[in-house]
């Protein structure tokens, strides 16, 4: 008897675990960067400004978000003249979008730190063997956050990372899952930076 009791309490435990699970939404981020972006020399940013003052509330949260972020990356936010400029957007219906398979970031970045030195030659190698931009078209998804990184300086976007997101505006979790969303992409913005 005992050990009968002992399966219905492990089998609702993990129909209870397995439902808190599938309650919680999981945000897969992907990213991709630009290969010309100089990530060593980029102390500052800010964000361009929001064009619907209407939903500011969402952009606040993602905002304070990123500043959050970026802040524990030693980056100083400056809406003078920023290193970087950041930009966001919440498509709410199913969007095509396209991204690109590249080599590792973690791995590329660390190829051009300071403290790895190439000559111009092993450079120029390195970049014609895995510097490819690989055409990737995200479809499944009916709705995403996506956030772009600007060098100020060039106005290109060196770095834009995203997630199929599907926000229930109407909910009042609403800013914990833009919250949580937008910390699966910063996540993958994995920079460092001294100042």
């Known amino acids: 008897m005992l050990n009968m009791k002992n399966r219905i309490f492990s089998f609702a435990l993990l129909v209870a675990l397995s439902m808190a ?19 060593k020399r980029y102390k500052t940013f800010g964000f361009v400004n929001n064009p619907f ?15 959050n972020r970026l802040g524990s990356q030693g980056f100083r936010e400056n809406s003078e003249k920023p290193d970087l400029l950041i930009n966001y957007k919440i498509f709410t219906d199913t969007v095509k979008y396209r991204g690109y ?26 970049r014609e063997k895995d510097e490819n931009y ?5 479809t499944d998804n009916s709705g995403m956050l996506v956030i772009y990184v600007i060098d100020n300086k060039r106005g290109n976007t060196i770095w834009q990372g995203y997630t199929a997101a599907s926000f229930d505006f109407m909910s009042p979790e609403v800013n914990t899952e833009i919250t949580k969303a937008t910390y699966r992409v910063m996540d993958q913005f994995k920079v460092l930076t001294r100042n």
Not at 28 to 39: Q, T
Not at 53 to 67: F, G, L
Not at 134 to 138: E, I, P, Q
């Open 53 to 67: 003052p209407e939903s500011s509330a969402y952009y606040q949260t993602i905002e304070k978000t990123i500043s």
């Open 21 to 39: 699970c599938m309650s919680q939404k999981d945000y897969v981020a992907e990213f991709d960067f630009n290969y010309s972006g100089n990530f």
């Open 134 to 138: 690989n055409r990737v078209k995200f």
């Open 101 to 126: 398979d590249q080599p590792n970031f973690d791995y590329w970045l660390q190829r051009r730190s300071e403290y790895v030195e190439l000559t111009e030659e092993e450079e120029r190698e390195q």
